[in-house]
């Protein structure tokens, strides 16, 4: 893996197995013996900028579109039921973590939101928030760049609130949508 794939997947990690997004307790099948194995694979088709947030909407719509099958556990006897016998169970989801990503230019004077190919070429500093839509910061990742003060940190967080509002609305939308189509 390149350094910008290390980058995105430590990023992603943060942002849904640590703010523990995915109720991993519902995986379990029996306890200490068998559990389901959730692994998010994402290609990247075209690159023109901040992957880091494309990935996390990506992963987190995937989670919340993904559906398993339901399993009946009598005794020592586990039973996967077939589509044609059960419908299959969605995962249990705590929250959406939604990630921001900001460029910083010019000392930090100026910033951007969702950075560009180009402007991640020449940006002088950048930050990614990981938030919910009840305002909860599950991760805060600044490696490297300008310093930052707090209250730049704080006006971030306020666009980054608005942000995620947006983005988990329409991600809620699509899976309806296409809840409806099924």
Same mark, same amino acid.
Not at 18 to 46: M, N, Q, Y
Not at 49 to 72: E, K, M, Q, S, Y
Not at 82 to 87: D, M, S, Y
Not at 100 to 123: I, S, Y
């Given at each position: 893996?390149?350094?910008?794939?290390?980058?995105?997947?430590?990023?992603?990690?943060?942002?849904?197995?640590?703010?523990?997004?995915?109720?991993?307790?519902?995986?379990?099948?029996?306890?200490?013996?068998?559990?389901?194995?959730?692994?998010?694979?994402?290609?990247?088709?075209?690159?023109?900028?901040?992957?880091?947030?494309?990935?996390?909407?990506?992963?987190?719509?995937?989670?919340?579109?993904?559906?398993?099958?339901?399993?009946?556990?009598?005794?020592?006897?586990?039973?996967?039921?077939? #589509?044609?016998?059960?419908?299959?169970? %969605?995962?249990? &989801?705590?929250? $959406?973590?939604? /990630? +921001?990503?900001? *460029?910083?230019?010019?000392?930090?004077?100026?910033?951007?939101?969702?950075?560009?190919?180009?402007?991640?070429?020449?940006?002088?500093?950048?930050?990614?928030?990981?938030?919910?839509?009840?305002?909860?910061?599950?991760? #805060?990742?600044?490696?490297?760049?300008? %310093?930052?003060? &707090?209250?730049? $940190?704080?006006? /971030? +967080?306020?666009? *980054?609130?608005?942000?995620?509002?947006?983005?988990?609305?329409?991600?809620?939308?699509?899976?309806?949508?296409?809840?409806?189509?099924?």
């Amino acid at each position: 893996q390149t350094d910008e794939e290390v980058l995105v997947s430590r990023l992603i990690e943060k942002a849904m197995r640590r703010s523990r997004a995915l109720d991993t307790e519902g995986l379990c099948i029996v306890a200490g013996e068998k559990v389901w194995s959730i692994r998010v694979d994402i290609h990247f088709l075209d690159h023109d900028g901040n992957l880091v947030d494309a990935a996390c909407i990506a992963a987190i719509t995937a989670l919340l579109h993904f559906r398993r099958p339901d399993v009946t556990v009598v005794g020592e006897d586990v039973t996967i039921h077939t #589509l044609e016998q059960r419908n299959p169970v %969605p995962l249990s &989801i705590h929250h $959406i973590p939604i /990630c +921001t990503t900001f *460029a910083f230019f010019n000392n930090g004077e100026r910033m951007v939101v969702d950075p560009t190919f180009l402007e991640e070429q020449v940006k002088e500093g950048d930050m990614t928030i990981t938030l919910n839509v009840h305002k909860e910061v599950c991760a #805060l990742s600044k490696a490297g760049g300008i %310093p930052m003060e &707090i209250d730049q $940190i704080l006006q /971030c +967080t306020k666009i *980054a609130v608005v942000k995620v509002a947006e983005i988990t609305a329409q991600i809620q939308a699509a899976l309806e949508s296409d809840a409806k189509k099924r």
